[in-house]
Structures are given as structure tokens and as C-alpha cells.
């Protein structure tokens, strides 16, 4: 039986793949732009997300330690500072 849509508060939870170079954190930062207002990316990629700063508003913290505990603990620190949307770019450095 069909009924009437509404709107939720429900998170969404997104994998982007793709080769290196075919524009996974562009379209990650995109997408997320259109969600939300305040963007945190969490970056494993040396800064190179920073090359879109001047196309889209949103603050990196620079992972260097790949244990899969660092992500935790940087996914915790964007959640307590308020941000509205977490991009991890990229996760390949965990397994």
C-alpha cells in the first residue's frame, strides 16, 4: 500500500570508486555541497583535495597515520565540531 512521503532526518552513507585521477573527491565535494553547508574532508591524499578550494567551501584535516583508529578518531573530532558532512578521501590506505 502506498503512502504519503515524508521527509526524515536520515544520514546518508556514500562510496564513490573509481581509477586515480577520475573524479572521485570533485564529485564527492559536489554532491556534498548540495547536502549540507558545513563540509569536513578528511584527507589521506597528501592535501591534494585542497586543489578544490577554490571551487568549493570546506575545511581538511591531513591524515597521515592510516590505522583504521585514526579514522575513527577524525570522523569523532568532525562530529563534536558540527559538521554536516564527512568525506573520507580515500579509505584504500586502511586495509
Keep these: 500500500m502506498f503512502k504519503k512521503a515524508t521527509k526524515s532526518n536520515l544520514k546518508i552513507r556514500l562510496a564513490l570508486s573509481g581509477a586515480s585521477g577520475s573524479g572521485k573527491t570533485y564529485s564527492a ?48 573530532q568532525a562530529e563534536e565540531m558540527g559538521y554536516d558532512i564527512i568525506i573520507i578521501d580515500l579509505l584504500t590506505h586502511a586495509w
Design 29 to 76: 565535494l559536489s554532491i556534498a555541497s548540495n547536502l549540507g553547508n558545513r563540509i569536513a574532508l578528511i584527507d589521506t591524499e597528501r592535501g591534494s583535495a585542497s586543489k578544490y578550494a577554490d571551487l568549493f567551501n570546506f575545511d581538511t584535516c591531513e591524515l597521515t597515520n592510516h590505522h583504521p583508529a585514526k579514522y575513527i578518531e577524525a570522523i569523532r
